[in-house]
Nanobody, 123 residues
Framework: QVQLVESGGGLMQAGGSLRLSCAVSGRIFRTYAMGWFRQAPGKEREFVAAITWSGGSSNYADDVKGRFTVSRDKAKNMVYLQMNSLKPEDTAVYYC????????????????WGQGTQVTVSS
């Protein structure tokens, strides 16, 4: 079992920055990948970014490339999402997720999810 707890969400003006954190506990193996997803009201959950636990290989959704950076700290069992140049359309609940395998963009492949943290970007 893997437990995930997100933190760091909040209200930010457009153009600002936020860093989300995901505390990972339980049995996380080097074959795992960690993903960040988001869900805005009335919309489906969408992929944001992912990173492999072992090698740190990352991938991003097109609309966050160059603005968001995913990272992990294996010593602290933490995953981060640094979000810069925030836009109102980034407003959503952000979720951390874990999967045994690659950093898939398909939410259905992930086995473990956190409870989410709200990010609101005002114009």
């Amino acid at each position: 079992q893997v437990q995930l707890v997100e933190s760091g969400g909040g209200l930010m003006q457009a153009g600002g920055s936020l860093r989300l954190s995901c505390a990972v506990s339980g049995r996380i193996f080097r074959t795992y990948a960690m993903g960040w997803f988001r869900q805005a009201p009335g919309k489906e959950r969408e992929f944001v970014a992912a990173i492999t636990w072992s090698g740190g290989s990352s991938n991003y959704a097109d609309d966050v490339k160059g603005r968001f950076t995913v990272s992990r700290d294996k010593a602290k069992n933490m995953v981060y999402l640094q979000m810069n140049s925030l836009k109102p359309e980034d407003t959503a609940v952000y979720y951390c997720a874990a999967v045994q395998g690659a950093g898939y963009s398909d939410a259905g492949k992930y086995d473990y999810w956190g409870q989410g943290t709200q990010v609101t970007v005002s114009s």
